[in-house]
């Protein structure tokens, strides 16, 4: 609530997560809590609860936010929350290209460890990678769903998460 009910709020308001989580299902509806909790560029950066939660994640400096080194065996959550969304490590994130949305997503899954498994907070992560607006389809002719769809098939894989491919391809349809 905190973080959506800033001065700059005017769309990604606490009202913007009611209308998004209307109707969805249980980890449609977190996904929907958390999608636009981070929204750096318009709050000024990161509350000091934020910072907190995001600690390790990102540094920032003059040419922006740049993805810290990521080492699975240190943090397996936030090394397959970060193949989700197929950013890769020391990489500088974009505002305009899911900066927001990956740091949301990382700020929902270290926010519900220990709540939820690790599958589950797999399946928010996708759910809120697919929220990253305005994306096209890619050189190679690849929808934003179908990139999805192929990450989440190989974070399934990779970290051991026991999805079948049909529960893979109803996260990304609820995504």
Known sequence: HE????????????????DVAEGGGPLQTIAA??????YYQVDGGFSPKQAQVLK???HEGPEGVRLASIKAENDPLLAAVTKIFGFAAEQLLSPFAGLNEFLSAVLA???LDGSLSMTQLVQIAACIEATIPFRKQDNESESPQRLLL?????????????????????TVERA
Do not use: P
């Open 109 to 111: 899954t270290r926010s």
């Open 33 to 38: 809590l958390f999608h636009d909790t981070v």
């Open 150 to 170: 192929s990450r989440l098939t190989t974070v399934n894989a990779e970290f051991t998460l026991g999805l079948s491919q049909e529960q893979i391809t109803q």
């Open 3 to 18: 973080s959506m009910s800033g001065s700059g709020r005017n769309f990604h308001s606490v009202q913007h997560v009611f």
């Open 56 to 58: 390790g994640v990102v």
